[in-house]
């Protein structure tokens, strides 16, 4: 069941060729609704970390050469060259969008589906943009948060041309197992509206879900993982705890 979950916010391969084929044109770009359901227009430059990946997730630049994003977007660890990088833009299909091939991959190290939802790619040139640092404590867990992906506009839509964004409040552990008993505490953190409406969607997979520090800076606090649908009253959005596997990602994006 958790399996059908987690992939209601990836983009399998049908939904990859409904990107190319419908949601890229301008005419149905401009009259669909936002995608991260219930979002509004990203500016351009707003969100410079973000990154589409070429198998339909999300992803951040956690550093200049590595992007992270969720570890069942990815299959398995080693070395693969098959993923494309697309970054700098809000517009996928802009003359300015900044495109790198992958080289590496590494899926989180015990990942078996349950939890453990992160993932880094390692790129084959630096792309000279802002990064997004991670939380690597609990203290950023708390509040309302951002979301912003290219994912569909409403469940079981097309993936999108634009980047949105979305605010969703913090939701606890407590309050999450009501809706998702077999949530991993720990390793996820929830975020959503009782009463629904917004949430992140199919092809948002491993986008970040961030907010400001002390300092006024983005941090990045959780990874789109899964949920029940998208933006159901009482199915908040689960994210991976980025805080709880702040250390293992550190060590190992240093290996790469």
């Known amino acids: 069941m958790k399996q059908l979950l ?29 995608p991260v ?59 300015n969008a900044i495109k790198v091939r992958s080289t590496k ?48 506009t409403r469940e079981g839509g097309a993936q999108q041309r634009y980047l949105r964004k979305a605010t969703v409040p913090f939701v606890s552990d407590a309050s999450c197992k009501q809706s998702y008993p077999e949530l991993v505490a720990g390793e996820e953190i929830c975020a959503g509206f009782p009463q629904g409406g917004v949430d992140t969607c199919q092809g948002d997979s491993g986008g970040p879900m961030f907010r400001k520090d002390n300092g006024g800076a983005w941090i990045q606090v959780g990874i789109v993982s899964w949920g029940q649908g998208c933006a159901r009253p009482n199915y908040p959005g689960v994210y991976s705890e980025v805080s709880t596997f702040a250390a ?4 190992e994006a240093a290996k790469l």
């Not at 939904?15 to 669909?32: D, K, M, Q, R, W």
């Not at 990203?42 to 050469?65: I, N, T, W």
């Not at 293992?248 to 060590?251: E, N």
């Open 6 to 34: 987690r992939v209601l916010k990836r983009c399998a391969a049908a939904g990859a060729v409904a990107l190319a084929a419908i949601s890229l044109s301008p005419s149905s770009a401009a009259a669909a609704p936002p």
């Open 105 to 152: 991959v590494l899926q989180a190290p015990g990942y078996n589906g349950t939890g453990k939802d992160w993932a880094l790619i390692k790129l084959a040139k630096p792309i000279n943009l802002p990064t997004l640092k991670i939380a690597d404590t609990t203290a950023y867990n708390s509040g309302t948060f951002t979301v912003a992906g290219w994912g569909g």
């Open 248 to 251: 293992t990602i550190k060590s």
């Open 37 to 95: 359901v219930g979002g509004t227009p990203a500016a351009q430059g707003e969100f410079p970390f973000m990154v589409r990946l070429s198998m339909g997730c999300g992803g951040s630049l956690y550093a200049k050469d590595i992007v992270l994003t969720a570890a069942h977007c990815v299959n398995g660890s080693g070395n693969n060259t098959s993923i494309t990088a697309t970054a700098g833009v809000v517009d996928l299909q802009s003359s």
